[in-house]
């Protein structure tokens, strides 16, 4: 079964930009993931589909702002131009035949 | 337009069977790509997903609370429902429904608070 570990926390300006984790277990480094995004007080908003190649697929109305890359087991989520409503918690989930999994959620935190 | 719409009890006894409704709109559950999960989030925690039903009615379920869980839909009325037995505090969190397209989670319920409480 996958695990995916993302770190607890983040910062930066406004303005400028980020680059968040998730790092796949050994083993699993070629999973497809997904973005969430999710709002204080709201639901998760799922942002994009990331394969290993580094390939993304944005959902309906996400901000060309988000982007994703990948190296080896690792995903990432990169938000430019950081606004103030970018400010959320930011989790990756994967799946496999028989299970569906989500990393620990990084909290972003706009300067 | 894909709208998922989570309903239940917002409070439940220690030792009841908890039971949620998922009703989808703007899409067939009976679509081959289509499948719903139950995810949940206790206050301040991180996501924890549930279960999982596909179009061809098979079924996932996390390892650590399979014993307790079920998952089914009824295509007609365009309905997924979660049961959980035996809740406890430690229960009381958000449940979410999420639709999968080809595994791909892409659509998110605005989830319901339970409360597991005597």
């Known amino acids: 079964q996958p695990v995916l570990t993302q770190s607890s926390s983040a910062s930066a300006s406004l303005g400028s930009s980020v680059k968040l984790t998730c790092t796949l277990s050994s083993g699993h480094s070629s999973y497809i993931i997904a973005w969430h995004q999710q709002q204080p007080g709201k639901a998760p908003r799922y942002l994009m589909k990331?394969?290993?190649?580094?390939?993304?697929n944005k959902g309906s109305g996400v901000p060309d702002r988000f982007s994703g890359s990948s190296s080896g087991a690792d995903r990432y989520l990169t938000i430019s131009n950081l606004q103030s409503e970018d400010e959320a918690d930011y989790y990756c989930?994967?799946?496999?035949?028989?299970?569906?999994?989500f990393g620990g959620g990084t909290k972003l935190t706009v300067l | 337009q894909v709208t998922l719409k989570e309903s239940g009890p917002v409070l439940v006894k220690p030792t009841e069977t908890l039971t949620l409704t998922c009703t989808v709109s703007g899409f067939s559950l009976s679509n081959a790509r289509m499948g719903v999960s139950w995810i949940r989030q206790p206050p301040g925690k991180a996501l924890e997903w549930l279960a999982h039903?596909?179009?061809?009615?098979?079924?996932s379920y996390s390892t650590s609370l399979k014993s307790r869980l079920t998952i089914s839909k009824d295509t007609s009325k365009s309905q997924v429902v979660l049961t959980m037995t035996n809740m406890d505090p430690v229960d009381t969190a958000t449940y979410y429904c999420?639709?999968?397209?080809?595994?791909?989670?892409?659509?998110w319920g605005q989830g319901t608070l339970v409360t597991v409480s005597s």
């Open positions: 999420a639709r999968t397209s080809s595994s791909i989670p892409d659509y």
């Open positions: 989930e994967t799946w496999d035949s028989n299970t569906r999994v």
């Open positions: 039903i596909f179009s061809n009615d098979e079924k």
């Open positions: 990331l394969e290993g190649s580094g390939s993304y």
